[in-house]
């Protein structure tokens, strides 16, 4: 099975920038599409960002215009970059990817907290 994992969260000021990384246990390029999500506690995952195997992005209102997600092929990592941050983006962030063959998988989460 292929494995996703998050890393990069931490704490930071509103107004603040971080980047999240997600790591795949198989070439990036080998996902049909890699998405983050995130999750507050009493409340579904949302989607935040997502990109396709050929580059297609898509991003949720909320974070349009200030989020980014890109490929990093030589770290094998699809990237978030969160800029301009609010402390309503304070979650558990989670990478999702399907695979070509192996299918679907989550990484564990990484937490932001942003504090005002």
């Known amino acids: 099975q292929v494995q996703l994992m998050e890393s ?3 704490l930071v000021q509103a107004g603040g920038s971080l980047r999240l990384s997600c ?3 198989e ?3 080998s996902f049909i599409y890699i998405q983050w999500y995130r999750q507050v506690p009493g409340k579904q995952r949302e989607l935040v960002a997502g990109r396709t195997r050929e ?3 898509e991003y949720a209102n909320f974070v349009k215009g ?4 890109s490929a990093d092929n030589a770290k094998n990592t699809v990237d978030l970059q969160m800029n301009s ?5 304070t979650a558990a962030y989670y990478c999702y990817g399907f ?3 192996g299918g679907s998988s989550w990484g564990r989460g990484t937490q932001l ?4």
């Open 55 to 57: 580059g297609a992005t």
């Open 66 to 69: 200030r989020f980014a997600i």
């Open 23 to 25: 790591a795949a246990s």
């Open 113 to 116: 907290t942003v504090s005002s």
């Open 99 to 101: 695979h070509f063959v």
């Open 27 to 29: 070439s990036i390029s």
């Open 8 to 10: 990069g969260g931490g």
């Open 85 to 89: 941050l609010k402390p309503e983006d």
